[in-house]
């Protein structure tokens, strides 16, 4: 009895090890089966998540080819086409791509202009100028800002990479004018010159739809190119009495001039703001060149553009022509350049800010003195 006792317990003792692996191998089983669930809903995902990329790299593909368009038309805001020397200043280059948005905005400031137009304005404003004022034309740009201020309709024919003067190799030639300097802007307003130069910018849009006749203010904004390529003089006239041998359009405060007195003959009613150079800083990747004080490619520091500048202003202010002296009153210096200056040259939205607000409230006590 003892024997079958024991016999039964064995027999007992294996169904129950069977059982355990009967379970252990459902359970691995179910296990395996929920894994491969688990992975084929991961590929299943892994193989959608790569469509959905491959479309957004696609819908990317065709959005540059695009805007392909805009590099090739802006190709001739580059140092060799605009006869600048490759190696004039370390930041040229940074100061023409920023640039390069003008085409690009074109489209943008169409139906801009489209969703402002029902609202009343209190002056018009056409604004004449480089990358600070065309490099940025969102809400935080110093033109938007400038407008936001005055509630001004705001005419921005502004474009990255160019100077006021013509270069030293460019003929002030309306026949053959083909400079989107400061003065080829302005001939192309007043009707001098073909105006095809500037198809594709958004100078060229504001051609086609500004009233230039009802305009209240022109802001003439330029400097820091013409100092940056080290080919354009402040001026003819030198320390000591000598002048250049050059013709006073190929220099900074000579291009003002011209500038000022065909828009205040086209235009007499209108007021002109120039603003100068602000304080920049000049790097050579992050080495520290010099700034507007120290730095001199041969015709003197930025600084000394800046007061040409007001020297310009200052002989017309008669003629409702006022200055703004961004270089030594905007608030960007050598202690704000890090909370102002994005790159030593082109402003933060913070700078833009207080250098437009500046430049906004010069107008208003002009335009409504007795406020």
């Known amino acids: 009895m003892a024997n079958i006792r024991k016999g039964r317990q064995s027999v007992n003792t294996l169904l129950v090890v069977l059982i ?28 959608q998540n790569g469509q959905i990329v491959e479309e957004l790299k696609e819908e990317w593909r065709k959005l540059q080819e695009g805007s392909s368009v805009v590099t090739a038309q802006n190709e001739p805001e580059s140092a060799e086409s605009e006869g600048k020397p490759e190696a004039a200043s370390p930041v040229k280059a940074v100061e023409q791509s920023k640039g390069e948005t003008s085409q690009g905005n074109a489209q943008t400031e169409k139906s801009d202009e489209k969703d402002k137009d029902e609202r009343t304005y209190s002056m018009q404003i056409v604004i004449l100028g480089d990358s600070i004022m065309d490099g940025d034309r969102t809400e935080s740009g110093a033109a938007d800002i400038i407008g936001e201020q005055l509630n001004a309709k705001i005419y921005n024919m502004s474009m990255g990479g160019t100077t006021a003067a013509l270069m030293p190799n460019e003929q002030y030639n309306f026949a053959t004018w083909d400079s989107r300097c400061l003065m080829g802007v302005v001939n192309a307003i007043v009707g001098n010159i073909n105006t095809d130069i500037f ?60 500038a000022v007195n065909r828009l205040k003959s086209a235009f007499p009613d209108a007021g002109i703001l120039i603003i100068g150079p602000h304080y920049c800083q000049v790097f050579n990747g992050d080495t520290f060149i010099g700034d507007g004080y120290s730095l001199d490619y041969g015709y003197g520091p930025l600084i000394t553009f ?3 500048g007001g020297y310009i202003a200052d002989l017309y202010k008669e003629e409702g022509v006022i200055y703004f002296n961004a270089f030594e009153e905007s608030g960007i210096n050598a202690e704000t350049a ?27 006590k002009n335009f409504a003195p007795e406020e």
Do not use: W
Not at 28 to 47: D, H, N, P, S, W
Not at 339 to 361: F, N, S, W
């Open 20 to 47: 355990g692996f009967c379970v252990l191998a459902i359970i691995e089983i179910v296990y395996g089966q929920a894994q491969m669930k688990v992975e084929r809903e991961r590929l299943a995902l892994e193989e």
């Open 199 to 258: 198809d594709g910018y958004a100078a060229g849009e504001v051609l086609k739809t500004c009233d230039f006749e009802e305009t209240d203010y022109f802001i003439i904004e330029y400097g820091v190119n013409d100092f940056l390529t080290g080919q354009i003089p402040n001026s003819r006239y030198l320390e000591g009495g000598d002048t250049l041998a050059i013709d006073s359009t190929h220099t900074y405060t000579g291009a003002l001039e011209d």
């Open 306 to 308: 800046a007061r040409g």
């Open 338 to 364: 890090d909370d102002y200056l994005e790159d030593g040259i082109h402003m933060t939205p913070l700078g833009a800010r207080v250098y437009a607000e500046k430049a906004a409230e010069l107008i208003r």
